[in-house]
């Protein structure tokens, strides 16, 4: 069936830092991919989609790929900030229900 | 702002009792998912309404049900509930297959 794996966490970033969140997919077909963000105490907010193969979905900063060859969606960042702590979830959406990975904790310190 | 609202944002009650949460899902999204979210992080699917009729069920325990009413607002029963039961329950609605779910602010629920 359909899944998604992403990096475990804690990750924890200088400000100003690199990120990458690694996100690999199994589905059947090419389904939408997702990145949703959970601030502390929040609901799950959508941070970028990528609708179809080669896209690039942006929003804030970050920027994620849509990899058919390796099946991944990778979430990316140039420089990080402290408002950017938070669990950042990938996602797709599968038959009757969203397959959600397990969700990875950033932690940006200043 | 989602435009999905849940109600109530916090609960308290005690082992063994009853309560029911809310969602009306955005203006026009026929779909209703209502996700259970533990302290650990992980978001179980629970269920999926789609125009008032169960489309899916997830890991959702016989203690709890969910109906989808003709205005398309939600509710997730929950009973006997059991410490285990404390969590985050979101519920997320849809404008169509494949698209983006949007989410709820989600309900705080404790077991005491």
């Known amino acids: 069936g359909d899944s998604v794996t992403q990096m475990e966490g804690p990750v924890t970033l200088s400000e100003e830092a690199f990120l990458t969140i690694n996100c690999t997919y199994t589905?059947?077909?090419?389904?939408?991919l997702f990145w949703y963000v959970q601030y502390p105490g929040e609901g799950l907010q959508l941070l970028l989609k990528?609708?179809?193969?080669?896209d690039k979905g942006s929003n804030k900063g970050f920027e994620a790929t849509y990899r058919k060859e390796t099946t991944s969606f990778h979430l990316e960042k140039g420089s990080v900030q402290v408002s950017d702590s938070a669990v950042y979830f990938c996602?797709?959406?599968?038959?009757?229900?969203?397959?959600f990975g397990t969700g990875t904790r950033l932690k940006v310190l200043a | 702002d989602s435009g999905v609202t849940q109600t109530p944002k916090h609960l308290i009650t005690a082992t063994g009792q009853r309560v029911t949460l809310r969602c009306s899902p955005r203006?026009?999204?026929?779909?209703v998912y209502w996700y259970q979210q533990s302290l650990d992080q992980g978001l179980q699917f629970l269920i999926q309404?789609?125009?008032?009729?169960?489309?899916a069920k997830g890991n959702i325990l016989e203690r709890f049900s969910a109906q989808q009413f003709p205005d398309l607002h939600s509710e997730l029963n929950l009973s006997s509930l059991e410490l285990g039961d404390s969590a985050l329950y979101f519920c997320?609605?849809?404008?169509?297959?494949?698209?983006?779910?949007?989410f709820g602010q989600g309900t705080r629920l404790t077991v005491v």
């Open positions: 997320a609605s849809t404008p169509g297959q494949g698209t983006e779910a949007f």
């Open positions: 589905a059947t077909g090419y389904p939408s």
């Open positions: 990528a609708t179809k193969a080669d």
């Open positions: 996602a797709l959406p599968g038959t009757y229900k969203y397959i």
């Open positions: 203006s026009g999204d026929l779909s």
């Open positions: 309404y789609y125009n008032g009729e169960e489309r």
